[in-house]
């Protein structure tokens, strides 16, 4: 069964997400960078520059084996997705640059996921390109098949069909949480045998990386005097992360180096589940938040 749904279950899962995400993007998300500025540059430089230092840094502090530590930057190289625009929405944060960020990382991680893996491979299972041939063009494609392709496809339903995919979106992404969340759960359930040795390896460092990733997207907020709209969208975009994109991605790397694709998903796989617990938190701050930005303008209105 387990490799059923790494082979096939997961990469199907994958595609499926990434279309419904596609009809929630139109070309303006992209021509909205200009809008800010210094928002786009500090989300996309902690989720593609901060994030995957700070995976590689807490996989040699915990002191993990090759593939726990490779499984932590292929984690942290896939950023977003679906799931914090949905997060970001229900915190009542600012939209907008969550779909704009999703929809850069969407194209720009087709070139920086196989870049981070192979450095991962290189440094933590002592590979070199004399040693093994590290498979970067078939992470390329992969990368690009599973995001760039169902994306734009969903994109397309959008402009052709905007109404269709107007009414289908909100039961679509029902189905893609839904989808999202059994598959992590059937992977965790078929390694359950190894999951208590394993989860106090990896547990304790999933959720510092999703802790200090979340803080550190406040402090570049707060750095760069952003509203608190942004700030709170900013932490969610930094540490939520596409762990079904990381867990095709470790899944294909089975075998590379003598490592274990199974062994490599297992910080995703447990990503994906401790994720919700900060989602959950950002989502009350951030409603929270609102309720009293609301009320203030209520009483402005009364006073006056």
């Not at 189905?175 to 965790?188: D, E, M």
């Amino acid at each position: 069964m387990s490799d059923l749904l790494l082979s096939t279950a997961l990469p199907l899962t994958l595609i499926f997400i990434m279309f419904g995400m596609g009809m929630t993007l139109t070309i303006a998300d992209f021509v909205r960078l200009k809008e800010y500025p210094n928002a786009i540059a500090a989300g996309l430089g902690g989720q593609l520059l901060l994030l995957p230092l700070m995976g590689g840094f807490l996989a040699v502090f915990w002191g993990l084996t090759p593939e726990f530590a490779i499984g932590m930057v292929i984690l942290a190289a896939c950023p977003g997705g679906t799931t914090s625009n949905v997060v970001s929405f229900l915190a009542k944060g600012d939209r907008p640059l969550s779909i704009t960020l999703t929809a850069v990382n969407s194209f720009v991680v087709v070139f920086t996921i196989p870049l981070y893996t192979a450095l991962a491979i290189q440094y933590f299972a002592g590979a070199t390109d004399t040693t093994i041939k590290i498979p970067t063009a078939q992470l390329m494609f992969s990368v690009f098949a599973y995001t760039v392709i169902p994306v734009s496809l969903g994109m397309l339903v959008r402009r052709l069909a905007p109404g269709f995919a107007r009414g289908v979106g909100p039961f679509y992404d029902k189905i893609a949480a839904i989808a999202f969340t059994l598959i992590v759960l059937l992977i965790v359930w078929s390694s359950q045998d190894s999951l208590m040795t394993i989860l106090p390896m990896v547990g304790g460092i999933t959720i510092t990386l999703s802790l200090v990733m979340t803080g550190i997207g406040f402090l570049l907020a707060h750095l760069l005097a952003m509203p608190k709209q942004q700030a709170i969208t900013l932490a969610i975009e930094i540490g939520i992360q596409n762990t079904v994109l990381g867990m095709a991605v470790a899944a294909m790397l089975d075998g590379v180096n003598g490592l274990s694709g199974e062994l490599m998903l297992v910080p995703c796989a447990v990503y994906g589940l401790i994720m919700y617990g900060p989602a959950i938190v950002m989502i009350l701050i951030g409603r929270r938040e609102n309720s009293v930005q609301t009320a203030r303008a209520v009483s402005s209105d009364l006073t006056r």
